[in-house]
């Protein structure tokens, strides 16, 4: 399936993912990306974002993009592992993520996803293992 189109993004987000403020800028079956802008409400005491935030993020990008494949064919798909290294914090601005896919199995699909502040620092290495499964 080809990404989606330009004029169609961002793509609108409801439940859990509104409330942090997720974008999802491009939605294609090996490459996907999105952003949230930095607030108060996303951050921890400390006043660094939430590490939370940054799992949420890889979540739903690379459950999204599973999801939007393999509903074509009935199917659905669900985070099943989520395992976020942090390297650096993000104080301010914007979070970026690109997930890549790199194993698309009948079950499984596993993703790679790099979180990424305004000056393209990496911040967050994320593995995501999504669920694929029958109705």
Not at 22 to 35: D, H, I, W
Not at 51 to 77: H, N, P
């Amino acid at each position: 399936m080809p990404p989606v189109p330009e004029e169609q993004l961002p793509l609108p987000v409801a439940g859990f993912d509104a409330l942090y403020g997720l974008e999802v800028l491009s939605l294609g079956e090996e490459e996907a990306t999105a952003r949230v802008t930095v607030t108060d409400d996303i951050k921890q005491p400390a006043g660094l974002v939430h590490g939370g935030v940054y799992a949420s993020i890889a979540e739903a990008l690379a459950s999204f993009a599973t999801w939007k494949e393999v509903s074509q064919d009935g199917r659905s798909a669900q985070g099943l592992s989520n395992q976020t290294s942090f390297l650096r914090p993000i104080l301010q601005g914007t979070i970026h993520a690109t997930a890549r896919r790199r194993h698309r199995g009948r079950t499984t699909w596993v993703w790679e996803v790099d979180i990424t502040d305004d000056e393209g620092r990496l911040c967050a290495l994320v593995r995501m293992t999504v669920a694929v499964r029958e109705p």
